[in-house]
Nanobody, 115 residues
Framework: QVQLVESGGGLVQVGESLKLSCAPS????????FGWYRQAPGKERELVAL???????HYADFAQGRFTASRDNAKNTVWLQMNSLLPEDTGVYYC?????????WGQGTQVTVSS
């Protein structure tokens, strides 16, 4: 089992940046894949990025070139660097951890991009 705590959300202007963090309750070495997802008001949750323990990261089309997801072994943290933010990036961002056949979710952090 693992608990996930996200932080770093907030209110920013168009074009600004935010860096989200996800702190798991256990070592990230033991977690196969982390994911960042988001959910906008009235919409379904969607994938932002996948960060596997091994192999290439995967990004949604809207995140390519603007967002960077990474695992920080030294700080036992998973990051989501978001640049050039747009109003359509507004939503609650969730961290996900895949451990065996189980999926774990954090409580989410609100990102609001104002024009």
């Amino acid at each position: 089992q693992v608990q996930l705590v996200e932080s770093g959300g907030g209110l920013v202007q168009v074009g600004e940046s935010l860096k989200l963090s996800c702190a798991p309750s256990r070592s990230i070495f033991g977690i196969e894949t982390f994911g960042w997802y988001r959910q906008a008001p009235g919409k379904e949750r969607e994938l932002v990025a996948l960060v596997p323990r091994f192999g290439s990261r995967h990004y949604a089309d809207f995140a390519q070139g603007r967002f960077t997801a990474s695992r920080d072994n030294a700080k036992n943290t998973v990051w989501l660097q978001m640049n050039s933010l747009l109003p359509e990036d507004t939503g609650v961002y969730y961290c996900n951890a895949q451990l065996g056949s189980e999926d774990y979710w954090g409580q989410g952090t609100q990102v609001t991009v104002s024009s």
